[in-house]
Nanobody
Framework: QVHLVESGGGLVQAGGSLRLSCAYS????????VGWFRQAPGKEREFVAA????????SYAEVVKGRFTISRDNAKNTVYLQMNSLKPEDTAVYYC?????????????????WGKGTLVTVSS
């Protein structure tokens, strides 16, 4: 059963914007927070942003603070990641995730559900 489905990746020039979407199941959202990780070529997966269940506490990795915004539409069971002022170093596969373990430095060990990922490429 598919619990998380991402969309919205693509190619953009440096300084541009993209919005990623993640449609999640009720089962996925009940496992904890919903958010995003990313994995760049040759690098480990890293935490990007998350929104907690219920009150919706937001958290961001330092490298994206002020540029990325996570939001949620409860009626659509969808989480969004608005990415502005994109840099070439933001190039990665972005994974929607649900569960525990969203914090700076996390590699996603506490995550219960993963999406398949969507590629974001930022050209210089």
């Amino acid at each position: 059963q598919v619990h998380l489905v991402e969309s919205g990746g693509g190619l953009v020039q440096a300084g541009g914007s993209l919005r990623l979407s993640c449609a999640y199941s009720e089962r996925a959202s009940s496992s904890g927070s919903v958010g995003w990780f990313r994995q760049a070529p040759g690098k480990e997966r890293e935490f990007v942003a998350a929104m907690s269940r219920g009150v919706g506490t937001l958290s961001y990795a330092e490298v994206v603070k002020g540029r990325f915004t996570i939001s949620r539409d409860n009626a659509k069971n969808t989480v969004y990641l608005q990415m502005n002022s994109l840099k070439p170093e933001d190039t990665a596969v972005y994974y929607c995730a649900a569960g525990l373990g969203f914090y700076s430095g996390s590699r996603g060990n506490g995550i219960a559900y993963w999406g398949k990922g969507t590629l974001v490429t930022v050209s210089s």
